[in-house]
């Protein structure tokens, strides 16, 4: 069963936020129970952490077995495409009541949906609406 990992779980980990307690745990049963993986643009955003480097990242990555990819299918794209559209016109009826979501937010969720089998995220409510089958853990 492979597990699509959200930047928030690492960047939780890296700053030993109280969110990420036993997530350390939770990684490695899902890393035994069939693997992990990050999408580029989580790649993209883990650069984005205070004072990390392409080499602590990819460091980080390799030790911990995670799976990095950067090849996004066209479905992946289209997926993601389609969840924006619905959020924005949503975003849009509710007179900008919600908080604004960026498009990295759909890419990861509809990688997970598409290409793996779940998503590990700190922050369920921002794809259950979005993507209502995704399995979310956590």
């Known amino acids: 069963m492979l597990t699509a990992i959200d930047t928030n779980v690492i960047s939780a980990l890296w700053s030993q936020e109280p969110a990420s307690l036993g997530m350390k745990d939770l ?14 643009p989580v790649y993209a955003e883990l650069l984005a952490y ?13 030790d911990t077995d995670i799976r990095l990819e950067f090849e996004l299918s066209e479905g992946v794209w289209l997926e993601a495409a389609k969840a924006f559209a619905v959020y924005a016109e949503r975003r849009r009826q509710e007179k900008a009541k919600q908080p604004k979501r ?7 969720g509809a990688h997970a949906l598409l290409e793996t089998d779940r998503l590990l995220t700190l922050d369920r409510s921002r794809y259950q609406k979005s993507f209502s089958s995704l399995t979310l853990v956590r």
């Open 27 to 40: 990684l490695f049963k899902m890393r035994r129970e069939g693997g992990l993986v990050i999408c580029a």
């Open 50 to 62: 205070p004072g990390a480097t392409s080499t602590f990242v990819d460091s980080f990555l390799k």
């Open 102 to 108: 960026l498009l990295v937010d759909f890419i990861v």
